[in-house]
């Protein structure tokens, strides 16, 4: 039994949202109590007591879309011609980055965003990986790393014609072993999904490949769609359509398919998003980054839409994410009253039923019979806080670096910003190693 108590406990839980001076009882990986901390203490024989001493207890975050694989490009120097368009930073940073992985580069790479996630109190990922030289096992190895950091997590792998058919079939039955094998496994810290790099991409006949693959699976696909401007155009003068039309008609779309950033897409698409009740995840900083526009998320809200949010790569921290969502439609619209309540809606709501989709039990809530991921903030309010105006307490006033407490499925994972029984420090050292290597082969 552990007992997380002397804090601000704030729940999600509309039944319940804030009880001051709370505590949370966790007995093995899921919450059986919350309340008061005196009466918890009382009526508890404390294997552990964690005293929160005034800070934040609050479910850890969730990430719904992160590349691993990108981790070694932190600081790469790129002689590739300077972009011009998007599809130009395709092909002159990841698309020649990830072909120079190995597996001991994807384990690494992934070990490193995977620490910072935790720092950061993010608990649960759903990570898309590429590194078409080394497909077989990838998946694995990535799963392995999350074994031994403890993060929940949800992968696929990047399925694409741009290495040609050998690779494609690689990736497809990379994709499909490691499905099986998660359903097979049924551990809710450890999930599968179908991967597809982007409509661009994928041709008629690698999708059908992938369609007849995944049929059997339940797991739904993790794609791309409409990023950046060409991928519009490459399905309109293939297909004669737009990206979410390629995809709704051709069965891609379904209620466990994450479509990610969906930025050049119409009306019409966003009625057929809708009708699958597909996922669409929203990634500001990265769109930001790369220049590729900005999705029309305030008006797939509107429609009724499951909008996540994502890092995409681009950070560890999904405080950044939420930041940069608030004010990236503000500063489009020129309208400072809009994306108040969208983006904290996808971080603290939606984020949690896009995970729920995948996994058998609650997550992402603090309530009797959800999973143990919570994490302790360190935030001394200058102003008072309530159930109204926590979201606005959090995006103006703390970053991912506030926690210092990081428990998942029962576990404490960093506690008084140490982590337990991870070696950070010789893993950094290793990264760097591995780094110089795959930066000479880039």
Not at 410 to 426: A, H, Q, Y
Request: aromatic content about 8%; charged content about 25%.
């Amino acid at each position: 039994m552990l007992l997380i108590g002397n804090g601000l406990v704030i729940t999600r839980d509309n039944a319940r949202p804030i009880i001051e001076n709370g505590c949370v009882v966790i007995d093995g990986k899921k919450i059986v109590e919350i309340g008061l901390t005196k009466a918890l203490k009382e009526k508890y024989s404390v294997k552990r007591f964690i005293d929160a001493k005034g800070k934040l207890i609050m479910p850890g975050f969730i990430n719904t879309h992160m590349h691993y694989y990108s981790t070694f490009a932190r600081g790469m120097a790129n002689d590739s011609p300077p972009a011009k368009k998007f599809s130009d930073i395709l092909k002159g940073l990841w698309w020649r980055l990830d072909k120079v992985l190995t597996l001991e580069d994807v384990y690494y790479s992934s070990l490193i965003p995977m620490i910072e996630q935790i720092k950061c109190g993010v608990t649960t990922v759903f990570d898309h990986h590429s590194s078409p030289n080394f497909v077989t096992g990838s998946l694995f190895k990535i799963a392995e790393a999350a074994k031994r950091i403890g993060i929940r997590s949800n992968l696929c792998y990047e399925t694409s014609d741009r290495d040609g058919e050998t690779i494609v079939d690689q990736a497809i039955a990379e994709n499909v072993d490691f499905i099986k094998y998660c359903n097979n496994l049924n551990d809710d810290m450890l999930k599968g999904m179908f991967g597809l790099h982007a409509s661009m991409t994928i041709s008629n006949k690698t999708l059908v490949k992938c369609l007849a693959a995944s049929n059997s699976l339940n797991s739904g696909f993790h794609v791309h769609c409409a990023e950046g401007i060409e991928d519009l155009e490459d399905a309109k003068k293939l297909y004669g359509k737009g990206v979410i039309e390629r995809w709704h008609d051709t069965g891609v779309l379904s209620d466990k398919t994450i479509a990610v950033h969906c930025i050049h897409i119409n009306d019409v698409e966003m009625d057929m998003l809708k009708e699958k009740n597909t996922i669409v995840v929203h990634n500001p900083e990265s769109n930001m980054g790369n220049a590729v526009g900005v999705a029309s998320v305030l008006k797939m809200h509107e429609k009724g839409i499951l909008l996540g949010l994502g890092t995409d790569g681009y950070t560890a921290d999904m405080m950044e994410s939420y930041k940069v969502g608030n004010l990236i439609h503000k500063h489009v619209f020129g309208d400072s009253t809009v994306a108040w309540g969208e983006i904290p809606e996808m971080l603290f709501d939606n984020n949690r039923v896009i995970a729920e989709r995948f996994i058998g039990n609650e997550i992402g809530i603090l309530k009797p019979g959800a999973l143990a991921d919570l994490i302790i903030v360190d935030y001394d309010s200058p102003t008072p806080i309530n159930e109204s105006n926590i979201n606005s307490h959090l995006l103006f006033g703390i970053n991912g670096r506030f926690v210092d407490t990081t428990i998942i499925n029962g576990k404490v994972i960093m506690e008084d910003r140490k982590l337990v029984n991870i070696d950070e420090e010789s893993i950094l050292a290793k990264s760097r190693e591995l780094a110089k290597k795959v930066w000479q082969r880039f």
